[in-house]
T-cell receptor, first 114, second 113 residues
Framework: EAQVTQNPRYLITVTGKKLTVTCSQN?????MSWYRQDPGLGLRQIYY???????DKGDVPEGYKVSRKEKRNFPLILESPSPNQTSLYFC?????????????FGPGTRLTVT | RKEVEQDPGPFNVPEGATVAFNCTYS??????FFWYRQDCRKEPKLLMS???SGNEDGRFTAQLNRASQYISLLIRDSKLSDSATYLC??????????????FGRGTQLTVWP
C-alpha cells in the first residue's frame, strides 16, 4: 500500500530532551516536507526537501533540523525541544518538487513538550 | 500579511444546501492552487486542483481568478459527509520560492441533517 508513515504518533517529552520523529514513504517520491499545525494558525511548513541531500527552510524552521540521506526517509529532529514546539506535526511527500503534484500526508505526530 | 487568507467560518448548513468558500493569496507569481480536505484530527487529503479555466468534480466546483488573486470552492447538494475543514493551498513552481507550499488556516464546514 502506498503510504507515508510517521513515528511516533504520540509523544510527551520534557524540555531539552532531544527527539527525532521519523517519516518514511514508499512511493519513490522526490519531494518531502514537514509541517506543524496549531489552532488558529493552520499548517505551516517547517522544512522541505526537493531531493536527496537537498533541504530548504520553510516558514518556521527555528528549533528544528532535518536530513535527507536517502530518498524514502526524512526525519525531523528537535535538538532541544521547548514547550512552544508542542504541536501536531505532519510529514508529506510528493512525486516531484514541482508543486503541481499532490501532497500525500502521513497520519500526524502529536507532540507535547512539558 | 499571511500568504493565503481564508474565512475560518464556521459554516453551518443543512443537507442539500449550496455553500461557497473563498480564498485570497498575496503572491501574484503563484502558479499552482489546490483545495485540501481535513477531517478532525486527521491528515489533509487532496480534494481537487484548481485550474485557470475552472474545473468541476461531481458536486464540487473550483474556480481561479488570477486578476483578483482569489480561489473559490463551491459545494452543491451538501452531504453530512462533507463536514470537514477545507484548506486552500497555493504554491510557486519557479524562482526562489520553488518548492514552498502555503496553506490557508482552513474553513470549517458542518452539514446538519
Amino acid at each position: 500500500e502506498a503510504q507515508v508513515t510517521q513515528n511516533p504518533r504520540y509523544l510527551i517529552t520534557v524540555t531539552g530532551k532531544k527527539l527525532t520523529v521519523t517519516c518514511s514513504q514508499n512511493m519513490n517520491h522526490e519531494y518531502m516536507s514537514w509541517y506543524r499545525q496549531d489552532p488558529g494558525l493552520g499548517l505551516r511548513q517547517i522544512y522541505y526537501s526537493m531531493n536527496v541531500e537537498v533541504t530548504d527552510k520553510g516558514d518556521v524552521p527555528e528549533g528544528y533540523k532535518v536530513s535527507r540521506k536517502e530518498k524514502r526517509n526524512f526525519p525531523l529532529i528537535l535538538e532541544s525541544p521547548s514547550p512552544n514546539q508542542t504541536s501536531l506535526y505532519f510529514c508529506a511527500s510528493s512525486l516531484s518538487y514541482r508543486a503541481t503534484y499532490e501532497q500525500y500526508f502521513g497520519p500526524g505526530t502529536r507532540l507535547t513538550v512539558t | 500579511r499571511k500568504e493565503v487568507e481564508q474565512d475560518p467560518g464556521p459554516f453551518n448548513v443543512p443537507e442539500g444546501a449550496t455553500v461557497a468558500f473563498n480564498c485570497t493569496y498575496s503572491n501574484s507569481a503563484s502558479q499552482s492552487f489546490f483545495w485540501y480536505r481535513q477531517d478532525c484530527r486527521k491528515e489533509p487529503k487532496l480534494l481537487m486542483s484548481v485550474y485557470s479555466s475552472g474545473n468541476e468534480d461531481g458536486r464540487f466546483t473550483a474556480q481561479l481568478n488570477r486578476a483578483s488573486q482569489y480561489i473559490s470552492l463551491l459545494i452543491r447538494d451538501s452531504k453530512l459527509s462533507d463536514s470537514a475543514t477545507y484548506l486552500c493551498v497555493v504554491s510557486d513552481d519557479r524562482g526562489s520560492t520553488l518548492g514552498r507550499l502555503y496553506f490557508g488556516r482552513g474553513t470549517q464546514l458542518t452539514v446538519w441533517p
